[in-house]
């Protein structure tokens, strides 16, 4: 039997359409015909000021850095429990990552770890929407009004999902979105940078643009463009963008499904949760989640690491997720950490993430959910 992977990316069909579509315009490079459909979609599905496609979502948090005004000293507050590029896209700018721990039940950022953090070089939070569940929101906003922060929302797992009635990526200053390969929406590698501060879009332009006016150039609203300002080449090419609205066509479907495949997983576990044996995600009541990753956590390390190879041998591929940033290399180099972030450690020693994507299709996921199973109790019986 061939052995379920973790992740497969989902091609739509369309892609390779769009993609002559696009070559037929003969312009390929950035913010073409798909770049600025996709960016608008995105605009109107989140409900922003503006939207930014990107190389990828690390490049997006990276403008956010720039757009932030961080410099060398600042610091910004960022969960332990995340992926890399959310401490690093800020100490490329020399600022100060300072790893907070997340909270038990969501495994999202503590917003009292937050309000304990806070110095006199804070500037910013960075929060992270774990599996696409919500952060705490109104107590994250209403910490960095009282302080004068910016906040932004790394939502790579976060398309499309809710907090109450708002869309996330609508909240924060900024917010960024990943494509790649790996999350609901793909083209390999992309990403968005949407703005929800209507003062910093004309800053953000400039800033995907290598620091120029060219935006405003091909809208013919200068004459010629000019350097102003730092910046980068943050675009994403038309062919990447192609691909990219092929996958946007799809979202509603994609999402329905990995939603499905989430609540299969749910509701099959219950019992094992009841019975002690593995701890399913807690989805707050105002949350709306995307379906971007299922989660167990295992009662222990040594546990989490039987199961992940008991389930390879019952052809089932399994994988554990972030490391604690504080404990890294670079992040003892370029961060701090005022309080040990204590439960980040060991949600990153216990937790274990199920094959879910689009395409994955009753019977495997029946396969998944039966030797989990069977993984789970005869792994119990041998303790
Ligand atoms: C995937 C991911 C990123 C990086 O996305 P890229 O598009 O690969 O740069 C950043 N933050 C989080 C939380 C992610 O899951």
């Not at 940078?193 to 150039?217: C, H, M, W, Y």
């Not at 479907?253 to 019992?271: D, K, L, S």
């Not at 701090?336 to 439960?343: F, K, N």
């Amino acid at each position: 039997m061939e052995e379920i992977p973790f992740n497969r990316p989902r091609l739509v069909g369309t892609e390779h359409r769009y993609i002559d579509e696009a070559l037929a315009t003969g312009k390929i490079s950035g913010n073409g015909v798909f770049g600025r459909r996709c960016a608008s979609w995105l605009r109107d599905k989140v409900g922003a000021s503006a939207a930014m496609i990107t190389p990828s979502c690390t490049a997006a948090l990276e403008m956010s850095g720039i757009l932030g005004r961080l410099e060398p000293g600042d610091e910004v507050i960022v969960p332990a429990f995340t992926f890399v590029s959310t401490a690093n896209a800020f100490a490329l700018r020399g600022a100060v990552p300072v790893f907070v721990d997340i909270d038990e039940a969501t495994l999202n950022i503590d917003p009292g770890a937050i309000e304990r953090a806070i110095t006199k070089r804070t500037r910013a939070i960075v929060v992270v929407h774990y599996a696409g569940i919500a952060c705490d929101m109104d107590a994250i906003m209403a910490i960095a009004s009282r302080h004068g922060l910016i906040v932004i929302e790394d939502a790579a797992h976060a398309l499309p999902a809710w907090y109450g009635d708002r869309p996330l990526g609508s909240i924060g200053h900024l917010s960024t979105f990943s494509f790649h390969e790996t999350k609901n929406l793909q083209c390999g590698e992309g990403g968005a940078l949407l703005v929800n501060d209507p003062e910093l879009v004309q800053r953000a332009e400039i800033v995907q643009e290598k620091g120029t006016n060219r935006s405003r150039f091909f809208r013919g609203e200068v004459d010629k463009y000019t350097w102003l300002d730092i910046g980068s080449s943050y675009l994403l090419s038309e062919v990447g963008a192609a691909f990219l609205w092929a996958q946007i066509e799809y979202a509603d479907a994609i999402t329905a499904e990995r939603v499905g495949i989430w609540e299969r997983y749910y509701e099959a576990f219950a019992e094992l949760e009841d019975a002690g044996l593995v701890r399913r995600p807690v989805v707050p009541a105002e949350c709306r989640h995307s379906g971007h990753l299922f989660y167990l956590l295992l009662p222990s390390a040594d546990e989490r690491d039987d199961f992940i190879r008991d389930l390879r041998r019952a052809g089932v591929h399994s994988v554990f997720h972030y490391l604690p940033l504080n404990l890294s290399p670079g992040g003892r180099r370029f961060g701090r950490e005022p309080e040990r972030p204590v439960v980040t450690e060991s949600v990153s020693d216990r937790l274990v993430r199920l094959p879910l994507w689009s395409g994955l299709g009753e019977e495997r996921t029946e396969q998944v959910v039966d030797a989990v199973r069977s993984v789970v109790t005869s792994g119990a019986l041998r303790r």
